[in-house]
Structure formats: structure tokens, C-alpha cells
């Protein structure tokens, strides 16, 4: 792990078809909502490239290989626990915490528009602040930062639907938790958001939109 005192922790699966994207699968199929997968993370890693205190955290445990090569100059790697969603990222916070770590921020890979200013904006966040949430359109968040264990926001909370934010706030406001909050953004999930993402890449890229239409 880092040994930065601020930490950026992505979670991110193995790239492989039939175990990512598999709401755009449903529409594409497989193995090209496992290239969309691939096209988004590469895209948010390009983003976050300039940064050094990056860990990829990921899923399965045996995929280290499939990992390997998003990793950049003074990056690490590190495989997720078991558990559910909140058990991860309170095994995760809580590594980085075991260590010198004094401001954690974890993302997603389902976000392509996360950009280094967001994540610094996190880290001096949680200068003044015990959490930072990014919040997300469809009511979870892109984003959630610590500078101390906080295991009360993971347990039992109603992964995978519209109250995950709200709920994290709640809990957060409710135990005496200083709380920021960065810029909403939207997850990539559906085939819609895939669309609308790649029209808007496209379009700032001047490159055609590649057909990922199913013959």
C-alpha cells in the first residue's frame, strides 16, 4: 500500500465478459458491455494519471494479472475482501487507516468524469470535514471520503438503490459527523447512460461514435 498520508482507493472489477456491466449486457451482450467496461475505466484512469497515491482495488481476488496493466507510475494493487459492497469498503478504509493514512477517499469504476480536481477537492474536504460524498443522479454516490474509520455507514445500508446517499447522510448527520459534498455527477449503468456518454465523448472528441448495437 501508499505510504502517502492522502490515499485514493478505486474499486474495479476484472475485465472479463458476463461479471461486469451486466445490466448493459442485457442490451449489448456480453462481451461488448465488457468493452464498454473497459473503454469507461480506462477512461477514468487516464483521468486520474497525474496522481500517485492511487490503490486499484479489486475483484476477484485471483485477478492481479487482469489488473496489471491499468497500473501507473507509483501505483498499487490490492485485491477487495469478501463480504458485501459495505463490508469492502470498510475493509478498505480501515487498511489504509491501519497504516499512516489520514484522508481516504474511494471511487468507483462506474464514472468515467471523475478528474483529479475532484479527488483533490475530497482530500481538502476532509481538512475541515469527517466525510465527503460525492453524490450520484441515480441517489447513491460516486464518491465517499474519511479520515477515520467510520463502519456505522457501510453495515446494512440499502446497496443498489435511490437511498443510498440519503441514507449515508442521515447516519453521518445523525452520530455528529461533519459532512461535505462535491459536485453531482452520473454513474454509466444502463444502456442509456452508455449511449448518452459515448454521443458526448464523441462529440468533444470529434471522433465518430462506434455502433454498440448488437448485430
Known amino acids: 500500500m501508499s505510504r502517502a498520508p492522502h490515499r485514493l482507493v478505486v474499486f474495479l472489477k476484472a475485465p472479463r465478459a458476463g461479471?461486469?456491466?451486466t445490466r448493459l449486457a442485457e442490451s449489448l451482450g456480453a462481451d461488448a458491455a465488457c468493452a464498454a467496461y473497459v473503454r469507461l475505466v480506462e477512461t477514468l484512469l487516464a483521468n486520474l494519471a497525474p496522481l500517485r497515491a492511487?490503490?486499484?482495488?479489486f475483484t476477484p481476488a485471483e485477478a492481479a494479472g487482469d489488473i496489471q496493466p491499468w497500473l501507473r507510475d507509483g501505483w498499487s494493487r490490492f485485491p477487495q475482501t469478501a463480504g458485501d459492497l459495505g463490508q469492502r469498503l470498510n475493509a478498505a478504509f480501515s487498511a489504509h487507516f491501519d497504516t499512516d493514512a489520514e484522508r481516504v477517499v474511494v471511487i468507483g469504476s462506474d464514472c468515467p468524469d471523475v478528474t483529479v480536481t475532484d479527488i483533490e477537492d475530497a482530500w481538502l474536504a476532509l481538512e475541515a470535514h469527517d466525510v465527503v460524498l460525492g453524490p450520484a443522479l441515480d441517489g447513491g454516490y460516486w464518491l465517499i471520503g474519511l479520515r477515520a474509520p467510520q463502519p456505522g455507514l457501510f453495515t446494512a445500508m440499502p446497496w443498489s438503490t435511490d437511498a443510498v446517499f440519503s441514507e449515508t447522510m442521515r447516519r453521518a448527520r445523525e452520530t455528529g459527523l461533519r459532512v461535505a459534498t462535491l459536485r453531482e455527477l452520473a454513474d454509466v449503468d444502463t444502456v442509456a447512460d452508455w449511449e448518452l456518454w459515448t454521443r458526448r465523448t464523441s462529440a468533444?472528441?470529434?471522433?465518430p461514435r462506434a455502433d454498440t448495437k448488437p448485430a
Open 19 to 21: 461479471t461486469v456491466k
Open 54 to 57: 492511487v490503490e486499484l482495488c
Open 204 to 207: 468533444h472528441s470529434g471522433v
